[in-house]
């Protein structure tokens, strides 16, 4: 009777932690912002873990990565397979952490960085860290890049409150978003065990216009320091080593967006650096009048990223320099591959189409939502 008694009791107890371990994730699942309308950037992280097949070419970095290369327009000019793990405002230690992260599962030919990032010597701003964070899987290389990333007493520069972030919010993060129990939509329902595809093999799509000339940008502010921070040093030479330890060729580039300012003093330190460690650096930026970019028609947002028409422009310059100087392999004739990246075409050409319905429908310009 004892031991019927003991084993009832343990029975409720298992029971009770099972069914608490359940409500905890439906609380979590429901709880957690999903990015789905609005700003999408947060959704853009996780979709790699979709990936069936591996990439020749990786690209990371921050939102001249996602906005400015197209690996569906890199599959279809070169045969190229490639993936862009890039976030809104992401810092070098997080591409550092989400690149060994990618290199633990696939060994691709080639790594391209963005480079924009180096100027930042330390964290910035919680919600970019979310939006970077919150999509990678538990693991060693999410508490390593969160440990890195985590504002402590410091200013948040966009609200300048001072943030004391924790490990334990982005293992649990239910213990960061329970507040938004009581401004729940019917997103956060719809979403919470599955989400849609928003990106394109990384690629944020814009068919929209919204363009500058460059007698309209703001007067360039002199800085007190252009001297690239040692973290952000640090972390460029730890993704040298990386690269060079699993035999894959590192390139730096700097897309072609003129705002925020790229400064003379910061392209003649990629410049050094690039040469000093061997590196190839690709300057879009530089090259945007050979390429045919014209800011008045390729950006959506007034220079800061390119919109469909450009960021294929800058895929077919990058493209020609991983296959001709790179070697990278055009993988078309090969079944495997074509028929999963046919399925992307057209997934590519259905937003493409859409998103011109919708501003045909309009008649102005559409925000299909928010970057970094």
């Known amino acids: 009777m004892e031991k019927k008694k003991r084993i009832r009791t343990a029975a409720i107890i298992i029971a009770a932690v099972i069914v608490s371990l359940c409500l905890l994730d439906v609380a979590t699942r429901l709880c957690v912002p999903k990015y789905m309308s609005g700003a999408l950037d947060g959704a853009f992280i996780a979709e ?3 990936e069936v097949l591996p990439h020749d070419v990786l690209f990371v970095g921050d939102c001249e990565v996602f906005s400015n290369i197209s690996p569906v327009a890199l599959w279809r000019e070169y045969g190229i397979t490639s993936f862009v793990r890039g976030s809104a405002q992401q810092l070098i230690w997080q591409s550092y952490y989400l690149l060994e992260e990618m290199l633990a599962h696939e060994t691709p030919k080639t790594v391209v960085f963005n480079v924009l990032s180096l100027k930042y010597n330390e964290p910035q701003k919680e919600a970019y860290n979310r939006i970077a964070l919150d999509g990678m899987k538990l693991s060693r290389y999410k508490l390593a890049a969160v440990e890195s990333s985590m504002l402590q007493g410091q200013r948040d520069a966009d609200t300048g409150e001072v943030v004391n972030e ?7 993060p239910l213990l960061r978003y329970h507040s938004r129990w009581s401004s729940l939509t019917s997103d ?4 919470m065990y599955g989400r849609d595809k928003v990106t394109h093999n990384g690629y944020y799509m814009r068919v929209d216009a919204n363009g500058v000339s460059p ?4 007067a360039v502010r002199p800085l007190d320091d252009y001297t690239f921070g040692s973290t952000a040093m640090e972390y460029l030479d730890k993704m040298v080593t990386l690269c ?6 590192l390139i730096l580039m700097k897309a072609p967006s003129l705002v925020p300012h790229w400064y003379d003093e910061y392209e003649a330190q990629v410049e050094a650096y690039a040469s000093a460690h061997g590196l190839r650096y690709i300057n879009v930026l530089e090259a945007a009048d050979d390429i045919g970019i014209d800011y008045e028609t390729d950006t959506f947002d007034r220079g800061m990223h390119m919109n469909l028409s450009g960021a294929e422009k ?3 310059y990058v493209g020609g320099i991983l296959s001709d100087e ?4 055009d993988r078309r004739g090969d079944e495997k591959y074509a028929s999963v990246w046919a399925e992307k075409e ?12 919708e501003l045909a429908e309009l008649g102005h310009l559409v925000h299909f939502g928010a970057v970094g």
């Open 326 to 329: 790179f070697g990278i392999p």
């Open 244 to 249: 060079e330890s699993h035999g894959v060729e």
């Open 166 to 172: 924790s490990l334990l919010s982005y293992v649990f």
């Open 48 to 50: 790699y873990y979709d």
């Open 188 to 191: 956060d329902v719809k979403y």
């Open 215 to 218: 007698d309209e940008l703001p």
């Open 314 to 316: 800058v895929t077919d």
């Open 346 to 357: 057209k997934f590519y050409d259905d937003m493409i189409a859409a998103q011109q319905k």
